[in-house]
């Protein structure tokens, strides 16, 4: 079966199904530019074996920068992550490209007419726990989320992960009740009734209650859907850290997962801020 993919140049395609072929030669379920919501990017493959991932890029040059938050996604996961770009025959990186992806543990493959060559393994990036760069990031995200990272790189981790998630509840209600004021946003219960709202009763919203919204939305955009995501994503651990942050076991609880939590807002900020 001809496999589709969307975002993928035309030119790439037989560089990419090679790859597909690749990964599953090496005992892979293989998905095409599957879409998650801890991704920094819809990624060309993705390999799953048992618990381990496997990213592939397929792109006609090499360009370390764009792998940055592929490894500080690798290194959250807290599993086996592997992420390989792969190029067309003939398109050769410098040595200086290979240098740099090499370092970061990023794989560089060769696709070709005669299947996929390994120029650089990749290495398993869950090894250490890291932030995402927020260099290239729009000044509003910067602005949220540069002091909570601090503290969680300075190893305040649950007070980071609070201060980050305070930050996002506050944009995202803006963002909602953006929408129900220009009446983009219309609600409906999960009975199916209409449900309104004021402007006083939206800003009294706990998390909880603000994700509830979001999921009564009628026509929800993808912003809508990534923000509401997000909120269960970290919704219990944001009430644990508020409520009970003493607790040693909430706190390695939160400390596991803080890393996956950083993206979930990252991403949805990106949309909303």
Request: aromatic share 6%; with cysteine; charged share 25%.
């Amino acid at each position: 079966m001809p496999r589709s993919y969307i975002t993928l140049s035309p030119e790439l395609v037989e560089y990419a199904d090679a790859a597909y072929e690749h990964l599953q030669g090496e005992g892979y379920r293989v998905a095409v530019e599957k879409s998650d919501l801890y991704y920094p990017n819809t990624p060309t493959l993705v390999g799953k074996r048992r618990v381990t991932e496997f990213i592939v890029e397929v792109a006609s040059s090499a360009d370390s920068g764009r792998f940055d938050d592929w490894v500080h996604y690798g290194r959250a996961r807290g599993k086996e992550t592997y992420v390989a770009l792969v190029l067309p025959e003939g398109n050769e990186a410098t040595l200086t490209e290979l240098a740099s992806l090499r370092a970061k543990g990023i794989g560089v493959c060769s696709a070709g007419p005669n299947g996929v060559a390994v120029l650089v393994e990749s290495s398993d990036l869950s090894a250490i726990v890291g932030l995402p760069d927020l260099s290239r990031e729009k000044p509003a995200v910067r602005r949220l989320l540069k002091a909570p990272f601090r503290r969680i790189s300075e190893g305040l981790v649950v007070d980071g992960f609070k201060d980050a998630a305070t930050n996002f509840e506050q944009s995202a209600k803006a963002h909602f009740l953006k929408g129900v004021k220009s009446t983009r946003i219309q609600l409906v219960t999960a009975k199916g009734l209409p449900r309104t709202l004021s402007e006083a009763q939206i800003e009294r919203f706990t998390l909880g209650q603000l994700g509830i919204g979001y999921g009564e939305i009628v026509a929800p955009t993808q912003a809508d859907d990534l923000v509401r995501r997000a909120i269960q994503s970290i919704l219990k651990d944001r009430n644990d850290a508020t409520h009970h942050p003493g607790k040693a076991a909430v706190i390695r609880r939160i400390k596991s997962n803080v890393p996956k939590h950083v993206f979930a807002v990252l991403n949805a900020l990106r949309e909303i801020a």
